[in-house]
């Protein structure tokens, strides 16, 4: 899942450095709603801004344990 959410990141914001030591500084507003929106639309689970925090975007490994606990919330 996170090599996954890794593609996912480098189509949608090709200019963003997804390797980068912590994600979140890398992206604007408009880079952390994308990624809310592809992750809930492609995993089927629900992201608010309440998920955008920097813990949750540190890495596409955060953003896939991310999506996990929504997937066991559900």
Known sequence: MEEEIKRMIEEAL???DVDAE????ELDSLGV??????LSEHYHIELTAVDATPKNFQSPKTL?????RKQNEA
């Open 64 to 68: 896939a344990a991310l999506v996990k």
């Open 33 to 38: 709603t994308t990624i809310l929106m592809l």
């Open 14 to 16: 090709p200019l963003v």
């Open 22 to 25: 912590m994600l979140f500084s």
